[in-house]
Antibody, heavy 122, light 107 residues
Framework: EVQLLESGGGLKQPGETLRLSCAAYGFTFPDYPMGWVRQAPGKGPEWVSSIGASGTSRFYADSVTGRLTVSRDNPRNTLYLQVNSLRAEDTAVYYC???????????????WGRGILVTVSS | EVVLTQSPATLTLSPGERATLSCRASQSVSDYLVWFQQKPGQAPRLLIYDATIRATGIPARFSGSGSGTDFTLTINSLQPEDFAVYYCQQRRSWPLTFGGGTRVEMK
């Protein structure tokens, strides 16, 4: 069974750095691209970042370019997201997502974690 | 950036009725269009990918159609568990984008 377990969220101060982790289980993690999608309270989902299976290719939403770094540790089956200079508008539930594509990506996000709430407030 | 516009914002229907949801793209996305369902407090769930292909385990009452810029998600004979918010998303080009959603609520 595929499981994606996010950690590292919580209450953060504006300007701080956030580091989220996503532990993946139940599939061959190194074979698949992965990503992060966030959802602000009462809003729709917003794609944030995607990373290819090997970690070489990385893509970011324009709204966060320059402040985000996505990375992965394939031997540890773990995906990471670092967000610098946190702002109030970064407040959201952050979902770790698995991309179903392999050679052909981006494809659809076929599995989502339960999400982790990040609140940015002083 | 591809902008996806979903309509209507809210659809009010009774169980057993058919729901027709629309997603329009600001430029062609070919058939690289995905539909998700989201219930309160839950993560989105993949329903349809590549405009017409049902994801694993999705009931046959869910169907997708369209290509280019105009897409439709149809839910035949709404079941109580189908009342939720539905989002479309394109994977044709970076950045990946989502529509604003259609809420299907019970009459």
């Amino acid at each position: 069974e595929v499981q994606l377990l996010e950690s590292g969220g919580g209450l953060k101060q504006p300007g701080e750095t956030l580091r989220l982790s996503c532990a993946a289980y139940g599939f061959t993690f190194p074979d698949y691209p992965m990503g992060w999608v966030r959802q602000a309270p009462g809003k729709g989902p917003e794609w944030v970042s995607s990373i290819g299976a090997s970690g070489t290719s990385r893509f970011y939403a324009d709204s966060v370019t320059g402040r985000l770094t996505v990375s992965r540790d394939n031997p540890r089956n773990t995906l990471y997201l670092q967000v610098n200079s946190l702002r109030a508008e970064d407040t959201a539930v952050y979902y770790c997502v698995k991309d179903m594509g392999q050679e052909n990506w981006p494809h659809a996000f076929d599995f989502w974690g339960r999400g982790i709430l990040v609140t940015v407030s002083s | 950036e591809v902008v996806l516009t979903q309509s209507p914002a809210t659809l009010t229907l009774s169980p057993g009725e058919r729901a027709t949801l629309s997603c329009r793209a600001s430029q062609s996305v070919s058939d690289y269009l995905v539909w998700f369902q989201q219930k309160p407090g839950q993560a989105p769930r993949l329903l349809i990918y590549d405009a017409t292909i049902r994801a694993t385990g999705i009931p046959a009452r869910f169907s997708g159609s369209g290509s280019g810029t105009d897409f439709t998600l149809t839910i035949n004979s709404l079941q109580p568990e189908d009342f939720a918010v539905y989002y479309c998303q394109q994977r044709r080009s970076w950045p990946l984008t989502f529509g604003g959603g259609t809420r299907v609520e019970m009459k």
